[in-house]
C-alpha cells in the first residue's frame, strides 16, 4: 500500500456524498471566515474617523501678539480640526454640554480651547508671566479604549502643528531682536570709539596737567620763600616803624615849645633890628662930631661908642644872632676904628666911616635876621603841628606793620599749605595721568571688544530669519526612512492574522478528517508510510485553505504583496508544518491531542509579536516565541509583504520544513503506538 493510495483513499471517504464534500468546502473556507473577514473590518479604520461623531468647544477670546497683530489661535486650531474631516466635529457650545455628550456616549470624546489658550500661547513674549496654552481632551473609554490612544495621537499632532508656529513668530522676533542688538552693539562701538578718542584726548590733558601742577608745585615753593622774605620784611617795619613813632614822639615832644621860642626869637630879633637901627643911626653921625672934637673927644667918644657896640653885640649873641666870634670881632674893628690915629684925625675918620658903614650892614643884616625869626615864627606852629601829625601817622605806620607782619605771617602759614596742597595735588595729577592712561587703554579695548562682540552677534535678513525661526520652531526633523512599509492598518495586522487563520483552520479539519485511518492501521504497511498517508489529506486540505486566503486577500481586499509568489509559497510551506505537526499531536494524543494544539494556539498567539514586538512579551514567552513555529511565518510574512529583506525567508522554509518533520515523526510514533490495540481503543476514556 502506497502513502498516495492511502491518501487518496481517505480523500474519497470524506468525499464520498455531497454533505462530506460541503463539509470539505466549509473546512477550506474557515481560514476566510476568521483572517479574512477580521482583515475586511479592519482593513482602514483611521481612514474612517470621520465617522465617530466629536464635541469641539472654542471659548478662546484671542490676544494681542508681540508685532500688535490679533492672534485668534483657538479658532485657527478649531478651523483646521473641522477642515480636516479626521472626526466628524460637533461644535457644542458649552463644556458642560461637550462632558454630557461624552459621558452618555453622544461623543466619542470631547476637545475643548479654553478662553486663555491664545494668550497664554503669547505669554512667552513677557518673561515674567509665561504660561502653557492648554488643550483639554475629555474621553470616556467605556465608549472605545483605543479611541483614547487615537485621540492622543491627534492632539499631539495639534500641539506640534500650533507650537511650531508660535514659535516660529517667537523665534523671528527673538531673531530680530538679536539684529536690534547687533545694531546698537556696533552704535556702542562707535561710542566707545569716541569714548576711547575722548579718554585719549583726557590723558593729554592730564599730561599738561600733571607739568602744571608741577610748574605750581614750584611756584607755590617760591611763593613761600617770597612770603617768608616778605614777613621777614613786615618784620623789620614793624620795627623800625616803632622806632620811627618812639622818635615822633620825643620830637613831638621836644618841638612843643617851638612855636613860643621862636617867637620870642623874632622879638628878640626885632628889638636887635631896632638897637642895630638906633645904632647906625648914631654911628652915622659920629663921623660929623668927630669933626668938632678931634682929639679929646675922640677918645672918650670911642669908649662910649665901644660900651654900647658891646652891650649891643652882647644883647645880639644873647639873641642867637651872632656868635660870640662875631660880637668880638665887631667889638675888635670898633676898637680900631675908633682909635686915634698916629698923627692926623683924617684917618680916624675914614676909619669910622668904614666901620660906619659896617653897621650900617650890621643894622640891615638884623633887619633880615628879624624878618627871618618873624617867618620863623609864624611857621613854628605849622611845623609842631606836622610833628604831632608826622608823631600819630608814625604810631599809625608802628600799628599797620604789626598787622602787616601778624598778616604775613599768616600769608607764610598759607603759603605753606599751599605748597602741600600743590604736592598733594601734583601728586593727584600723577595718578590721574596713569588713571587716564588706563582708562584710555581700557576704553580702546572696550571699543574693539563690542566691534568684535557686535561681529558674533547674529544680524539674519529677512529670508534668514523666516528659515531660521522655522528650524528653531522644530528643530528636531525626523526624517524617515522606510526600509518596509505597511500600506494601511490591515496590512500591518495581515502576516499576523493569515497565520492565525490558516493554524485555526487546519485545527478546525481534525474536528471532521480521521488523523489515521483503522484500515491503513490494520495493514502490513510500514509506520511511516501510514503516518504520510494519514498526513496528506491535511496537507492538500490546508493547500487549499492557504491558497484561497491568499488570494481573496491579494485580489479581493487589496493587500498587494512585494512578493505574491513567494508570500503564497511561504503560505503553503506554512500549511505544510502546521498540518504535519496539528496531525501529528492529534494522532499521537487522541483527543486530548486537540486540546494541546488549542493551548499551542494561545501561546503562539501571545508571543509571536503578531501585534506587539515579541520582545515586550514576559520573560517565559521569549522561549516560547523561540521555540514554535507562528513567530516565524508572521516575521516571513512580513518581509514578503512589505518588501524588506529576504534573506531570512530560506531559513523560515528550512525551519517550516524541520516542524514539518517533527509532526510527521510524532504521526509515526502514533501509528507504532496505535498498530497494538488495546481497551481504550475500542472505548477511550474521552472523545472529543
Known sequence: MTVLRLARSE??????????????????????LYGAVYLYANWDPYGKLNQIDAALVVQDSGAASADGTRLEAGRKVAQSLVDGHVFNWKTVDSTEEADQGVSNGTYAFALKIPQDFSANLVSPGSFDAANQA????????????????????????????????????????????????????????????????????LHDGTVTLHQGTGELESGATGLYNGEVKLRDGANSL???????????????????????????????????????????????????????????????????????????????????????????????????????????PSASASKLQAAAAQVQKLADGSAAVSAGAAQLAGTAPALSDAVAKASTGADQLAAG???????????????????????????????????????????????????????????????????????????????????????????????????????????????????????????????????????LPFLAVSAVQASLLTV????????????????????????????????GAVALLGSPGKFVVLILLVLQLVSSGGTFPWQTTPEPLHVVHQILPMGYVVSGMRHLIYGADLASILPTMLGLVGYTVLGLAMSTAAVRKNKYWTLKTLKPEIAV
Open 11 to 32: 480523500l474519497k471517504r470524506m468525499t464520498g456524498g455531497l454533505l462530506p464534500k460541503l463539509t470539505i468546502l466549509a473546512l477550506a473556507l474557515v481560514p476566510l
Open 238 to 344: 614793624s620795627a623800625g616803624a616803632g622806632q620811627l613813632s618812639g622818635g615822633l614822639a620825643q620830637l613831638k615832644d621836644k618841638s612843643a615849645a617851638l612855636p613860643a621860642s621862636a617867637r620870642q626869637l623874632a622879638d628878640g630879633a626885632a628889638q636887635v633890628a631896632a638897637g642895630n637901627a638906633a645904632l647906625n643911626a648914631q654911628v652915622q653921625a659920629i663921623p660929623g662930631q668927630l669933626a668938632a672934637a678931634e682929639q679929646a673927644a675922640q677918645q672918650a667918644a670911642a669908649q662910649g661908642q665901644r660900651s654900647r657896640v658891646v652891650a649891643s653885640t652882647g644883647r645880639l649873641v644873647a639873641a642867637g644872632v651872632l656868635t660870640q666870634e662875631q660880637a668880638d670881632a665887631v667889638v675888635t674893628d670898633v676898637d680900631a676904628t675908633a682909635a686915634p690915629p698916629a698923627s692926623t
Open 134 to 201: 492648554m488643550l483639554n481632551v475629555t474621553t470616556n473609554d467605556a465608549n472605545n479604549y483605543l479611541l483614547s490612544t487615537i485621540v492622543d495621537k491627534l492632539t499631539t499632532a495639534v500641539h506640534t502643528t500650533v507650537a511650531k508656529e508660535v514659535g516660529e513668530e517667537t523665534a523671528n522676533q527673538l531673531l530680530t531682536g538679536f539684529g536690534t542688538i547687533h545694531t546698537q552693539m556696533l552704535k556702542a562701538s562707535d561710542g566707545a570709539g569716541q569714548l576711547a578718542d575722548g579718554v585719549a584726548r
Open 401 to 535: 606793620s604789626a598787622a602787616l607782619a601778624a598778616g604775613q605771617q599768616n600769608a607764610v602759614d598759607g603759603a605753606g599749605r599751599l605748597v602741600q596742597g600743590a604736592q598733594k595735588l601734583d601728586d593727584g595729577a600723577a595718578q590721574l595721568e596713569s588713571g587716564a592712561a588706563t582708562a584710555s587703554d581700557g576704553a580702546r579695548t572696550l571699543a574693539t571688544e563690542l566691534a568684535q562682540g557686535a561681529g558674533k552677534i547674529p544680524n539674519p535678513d529677512g529670508a534668514q530669519k523666516n528659515s531660521l525661526s522655522k528650524v528653531m520652531a522644530d528643530p528636531v526633523a525626523v526624517s524617515n526612512v522606510s526600509q518596509a512599509k505597511a500600506g494601511s492598518y490591515g496590512a500591518g495586522l495581515a502576516p499576523f492574522f493569515l497565520t492565525l487563520a490558516l493554524w485555526i483552520g487546519i485545527f478546525m479539519l481534525v474536528q471532521a478528517m480521521r488523523p489515521v485511518t483503522l484500515r491503513a492501521l490494520a495493514s502490513n504497511a510500514p509506520a511511516w508510510k501510514i503516518a504520510a498517508g494519514g498526513w
Open 552 to 583: 481573496v486577500v491579494d485580489a479581493g481586499l487589496g493587500l498587494n504583496p512585494a512578493h505574491p509568489v513567494l508570500m503564497w509559497f511561504l503560505m503553503l510551506a506554512a500549511a505544510m508544518a502546521f498540518s504535519a505537526i496539528i496531525q
